[in-house]
């Protein structure tokens, strides 16, 4: 594969991811985080094999720059959907003492 070749498929990649991500609404965005954090992990996985098989400087340079995307868009997920699981857990109940000569 030529090294534009490559670039085309990188380029069309962010204006591609970029279009779907935008696109999905509020109410969907947390339940499709968790799920989409596996996809980014098979991301990460083919940018390493990238990586590995990269002959040219450019070619590398781009898989290098996949690699450290990939992992930043996938920590970035865990850590974005853990806060958001936070904000569904009621807060602790405290008990309430009851004074003595309050009630009457």
Do not use: C, Q, W, Y
């Amino acid at each position: 594969m030529t090294s534009m070749a490559i670039l085309t498929i990188f380029a069309l990649s962010i204006f591609v991811g970029f279009e779907v991500v935008s696109k999905v609404s509020t109410t969907l965005h947390t339940p499709l985080m968790s799920g989409a954090n596996a996809i980014h992990g098979i991301i990460l996985v083919g940018a390493i094999t990238v990586a590995d098989s990269a002959t040219s400087t450019l070619e590398t340079t781009l898989a290098i720059l996949a690699v450290v995307l990939a992992t930043i868009n996938m920590v970035g997920g865990f850590v974005v959907t853990d806060r958001m699981l936070e904000m569904f857990k009621g807060k602790p109940k405290t008990k309430k003492v009851a004074t003595e000569g309050a009630e009457k």
